[in-house]
């Protein structure tokens, strides 16, 4: 049998080039052909690439989360290096003690120092978002990659299995879904606070992890189930595979399009349920600080020093904005079928 | 329908078993009680305080002891809101925390499906991307980050409406929390109505109807609006139980006495009996919801059959 996806070394005639937007080959971009021959062919990967950079958006999107997640990396060491400030640092001098304006200084003079103002106790906004940003991507990343590996191994195992163990383990899932999950999370970290901060994050990790594994699994589920009966799979059986391995090492990865799409869904909506927790004084506690747990703190004080809200609340809101059409970008580049033309 | 129906029923009672259980459990694991505070309480204070609430009975006492308020529906005095049974305090705050949030939710439906179906009939036009671009950012910018931003522009800038205050249903007051707690949900329905009327437009059915001469006002309101807002339709279940999430946020935000702001204080006091009633209560309003929710596919879908 013929193998729609691995382009044949022949070169292609005009009309396989334009057979439509249901076949990957047509897809690929007639600059491919370099005078008269054709460059290597064009995995599935590598098509869903080509189509992500020519979609405006999501290329903003992968730009804004790129410089965002670099600055957030590097820039608090940046800084210390410049002016000395870090997240947690208070002014030794009395009189810097208060909240200044962006680019305002002792005296109410106009200074480099503080580009986004400083709070309360004349901490650095900047430092202090860029460090909340270490926090928040963080804990996005853990969280989603708590939830990828729980809801992988889980939907991977229901749709392999099949008959009376699938049914049950989905069953169990359109249980959980049911469940006011948040409120149990409220309850969780409001009641259970870790005794160090860094634990705090911990369980952070694992509360917003294990909450968010469910559509994972679904979907996992659903891709294994098409792929399971495939020659492939028979092929793998027949020499000799264990179950473990057909699932994880063969199965798996011929499903990721989809994962790859929803994880990149889900690192939004988690770093949003952080924020949730931290506004409402759960999530990450101080001396960390996080977007969420930075507007938290901003929102107070909102009537007189309003830049405290307004940075650390715009940096989140672009950075979600920008994760969001980052993924609605790959979804439309790895699946064709369902892009909204 | 009526065995999957009252199948779904039946399921709801262990489900509400098992999340009394769990929040009572952690509740008792949690350490502390809600009398523990900064100062150190006498011993013989404390052991008044035990015997008086019960705490130094047996925990399977204590336990059955809240099974069987909640089944007879009693659900015991407020531990830190003395004199005040959390019964009275659910139905105090139920009101404020509802009208919040069918507000919001009807704003969002009006404003969502109008956007969802102009960015559809209008594909690829300017108003379009605006209206994508607009859904965005709604489901983009937190609602603790607009919710403040809304006061510092409306009431502290402009003072049109009160920044913190509840004045009852129809009043200035309410305008603000409702748009704040709208904003994502007319994200949502505007981009689930986009996607949805884009398929339905495109199918035989909606052909026929301009085939047959109905004007393009009756083919989008009488035929396609019916298949395109199903989408819509399953995102009410889920939309129940972000609300409520919402709801807490925002009535933090605005200082409104609702159900979620209890809710946290109630967490935070560690005042048992109103946590396992305010659990309870928005654990039952959330199954038997997407109970609802799943009966109405069938009636605006013929093609649903249970």
Redesign the interface.
């Known amino acids: 049998m013929a193998d729609l996806d691995k382009p044949n070394d022949r070169p292609l005639d005009d009309a396989e080039l334009h057979l439509g937007p249901e076949y990957a080959v047509a897809e690929r971009d007639v600059s491919e052909v370099v005078s008269g021959e054709i460059v290597a062919g064009s995995s599935l990967w590598r098509d869903a690439w080509r189509r992500l950079l020519r979609n405006k958006v999501a290329v903003f999107g992968m730009i804004v989360v790129f410089l965002l997640t670099v600055s957030s990396v590097i820039g608090p060491a940046i800084i210390k290096r410049a002016t000395g400030n870090t997240y947690d640092s208070i002014p030794k001098d009395a009189a810097l003690l208060k909240s200044f304006a962006p680019f305002r200084g002792a005296g109410g003079k106009f200074s480099w120092a503080h580009p986004m103002g400083t709070d309360n106790t004349g901490r650095d906004i900047l430092a202090r978002v860029l460090s909340g940003g270490q926090i928040s991507l963080m804990v996005a990343l853990i969280a989603t990659l708590v939830s990828l590996v729980i809801g992988i191994s889980y939907g991977a195992i229901a749709g392999y299995a099949g008959g009376r163990a699938d049914d049950l383990m989905m069953r169990i899932v359109d ?1 959980l879904y ?7 999370v ?3 970290l ?3 606070p870790a005794k160090t901060p860094t634990a705090q994050l911990a369980e952070l990790f694992f509360a917003l992890g294990a909450v968010s594994w469910l559509t994972m699994a679904r979907i996992v589920r659903g891709q294994i189930i098409s792929l399971k009966n495939q020659d492939f799979v028979l092929a793998a059986r027949a020499t000799g595979v264990s179950t473990p391995k057909i699932i994880f090492r063969h199965l798996v990865p011929n499903a990721l399009g989809p994962v790859i799409v929803y994880a990149t869904l889900t690192i ?1 909506s988690v770093m ?1 349920s952080e ?2 927790l931290s ?2 004084g759960l999530g990450v506690r101080p001396p960390r600080v996080s977007w ?1 747990s930075l ?2 703190e ?2 107070q004080n ?2 007189i020093y ?1 830049w405290q ?2 940075f650390p ?2 940096t ?3 950075m ?2 920008s994760l ?2 980052l993924g609605d970008g790959l979804r439309d580049a790895l699946d064709p079928q369902t892009r ?1 033309e | 329908m009526l065995r999957f129906i009252i199948r779904r029923v039946v399921v709801i009672i262990p489900m509400l078993f098992i999340i009394v259980t769990l929040t009572w459990v952690l509740v008792r694991l949690a350490p502390g009680n809600f009398y523990t505070g900064e100062k150190k309480l006498a011993p013989a204070v404390e052991n008044n305080l035990r015997e008086k609430y019960g705490l130094n009975r047996p925990w399977h006492v204590q336990y059955r002891k809240v099974l069987w308020n909640m089944a007879r529906l009693d659900l015991g005095n407020s531990l830190k809101y003395e004199g005040q049974s959390v019964n009275q305090i659910l139905w105090r705050t139920l009101p404020v925390s509802a009208a919040l949030g069918i507000t919001a939710y009807l704003i969002a439906l009006i404003v969502g499906i109008t956007m969802g179906t102009l960015a559809a009939l209008k594909q690829n036009s300017w108003l379009d991307y605006a209206s994508m671009t607009v859904a965005m950012l709604g489901i983009s910018i937190p609602n603790f980050v607009l919710g403040p931003l809304l006061v510092l522009a409306f009431s502290l800038t402009l003072y049109w409406f009160p920044p913190a205050l509840w004045n009852g249903f129809p009043s200035k007051s309410v305008v603000l929390p409702a748009l704040t707690l709208s904003a994502i949900y007319v994200a949502y329905i505007a981009r689930l109505t986009r996607s949805g009327m884009l398929e339905v437009l495109r199918s035989d059915y909606i052909r026929t109807a301009r085939a047959k001469g109905l004007t393009e006002r009756q083919v989008v309101m009488r035929h396609a609006l019916r298949g395109g807002l199903l989408p819509v339709v399953s995102f009410s279940g889920p939309a129940l139980a972000f609300l409520i999430t919402g709801t807490v946020v925002v009535e933090r935000v605005f200082a409104l006495p609702g159900l979620g702001n209890y809710f946290i204080n109630a967490c935070f006091n560690r005042d048992e009996p109103l946590i396992i009633g305010i659990v309870a209560f928005i654990a039952i309003t959330v199954l038997v919801f997407n109970l609802l929710v799943d009966i109405s596919y069938a009636f605006i879908d013929p093609r649903i059959r249970y």
């Open positions: 249980v049911s469940l006011p999950y948040v409120i149990l409220i309850v969780l409001a009641l259970l939004p949003l924020a949730f506004f409402l969420g507007a938290a901003g929102a909102l009537a309003p809200l307004i609340g715009l989140m809101a672009l979600l904005f969001n059409f909204k």
